[in-house]
């Protein structure tokens, strides 16, 4: 049974992976060698590109996004659990060897907003980058604009709003209050 559901996953990959590079030539790079679960979505629209390194493995009900002319680069052998979602309208570039917990959300954009209209469809964007062998906890969000560095730890339930230095271990303590 084993045999066979490696075969199907193979065989399964391989067609995606094919027909993402026939339906968007030059701008769906995708090494062959991949682990994507058939229940992964992954989309590029418009003139997005999507660029995902050899060896990467994505688990059940992650959520790959490539929107207008954004760019999304994923380095090789980066491990994203169950959930994971990834949203690029300008720029997000995942470094080697990463790995992201369950539910770990990226998003280089947010809506615009003000009190007196209440949410918009435009969008405003800033790069995002994560450094190479870091470690994103569960249900991590990350935001626009942010650079976290190389050998990093991101603590589980941490919105990452700011800067990371390169080896970095960020905690966000959230105060518990029992009554």
């Given at each position: ?159 990452v709003r700011n800067d990371v230095p390169d ?13």
């Open positions: 049974m084993v045999a066979f559901k490696t075969v199907f996953l193979l065989g399964w990959n391989l067609v995606r992976i094919a027909l993402g590079r026939l339906f968007h030539p030059g701008r769906f790079r995708v090494d062959w060698l991949q682990r994507i679960s058939p229940l992964c979505s992954v989309g590029v629209f418009e003139r997005g590109v999507l660029r995902i390194g050899r060896n990467c493995d994505f688990a059940p009900y992650c959520d790959l996004e490539v929107h207008g002319k954004g760019q999304l680069e994923i380095g090789a052998g980066c491990y994203f659990n169950r959930g994971c979602m990834v949203s690029a309208q300008e720029s997000v570039t995942i470094g080697e060897h990463c790995l992201f917990g369950p539910d770990v959300m990226v998003f280089d954009n947010h809506h615009r907003h003000s009190p007196g209209t209440g949410v918009s469809p435009d969008l405003v964007t800033a790069p995002v980058s994560i450094g190479s062998h870091s470690w994103l906890g569960a249900g991590v969000i990350v935001l626009k604009g942010v650079r976290i560095g190389r050998n990093c730890v991101i603590g589980a339930g941490c919105v080896g970095s271990v960020l905690v966000c303590r959230q105060e518990q209050v029992l009554k």
